[in-house]
């Protein structure tokens, strides 16, 4: 085969894969503009070939899907299921996240370190869900104050001002799933009380569950 021709092959099989990808991972056009910057029209240009793939298209693509970019253009006949985590630090915490691609929900474990840390709240658009692997975490959601241990999720709405942290007993492990504004986990707790200790949920109280 002529280097013109395979180049040509490789070229017309990318707007194809680049849809299989997307569509396998249940990420809408509308996610992955968001996630590259590059437009809603652009982007089903591309998948339907009618756009010619370049590096300055490709690459943002690769690092939405978090895929190396040579399986854009020639992908192997198995993926590499694993994870290429890539640790963060944010405000002190580690942060790892766990999601491939794209989308309205990600997930995360964070490391908050024993370090104790005066609470300062904040608001922001979205839902979060968060589950305690080790240690304890200190919970802050609006006049709730509470303790969340191994085990304990809590699910709030994040447009409630809130912070969470250590205790200061030592370090906390956790998992993070946030979404957009309206994705949920359905979970619902006990809270403790800042000045009276752990009591039950009264309705319409902290949106919390402790699982054991």
Known sequence: MEPTSAITRALTEVGPRLKRLRTQRGVTL???????G??????SRLESGQRRPSLELLLPISQAHQVPLDELVGAPEVGDPRIRITAKRVNGNTILPLTRQPGPLQTYKMIVPATPSTPELCTHEG?????????RLRLVLAEHDLILGPGEAAEFDTRLPHWFGSTGEGPVELLSLFGRQGER????????????????AAEGGAPLRRTR
Request: charged share 25%; aromatic share 8%; glycine share 6%.
């Open 185 to 200: 986990m359905h979970v619902r707790a006990q809270h403790r009380s800042r000045s009276k200790g752990e009591s039950e």
């Open 127 to 135: 839902y979060e869900w968060l589950y305690v692997l080790s240690g």
């Open 38 to 43: 590059i437009s809603k029209s652009t982007l």
């Open 30 to 36: 509308a996610a992955l503009s968001e996630a590259t």
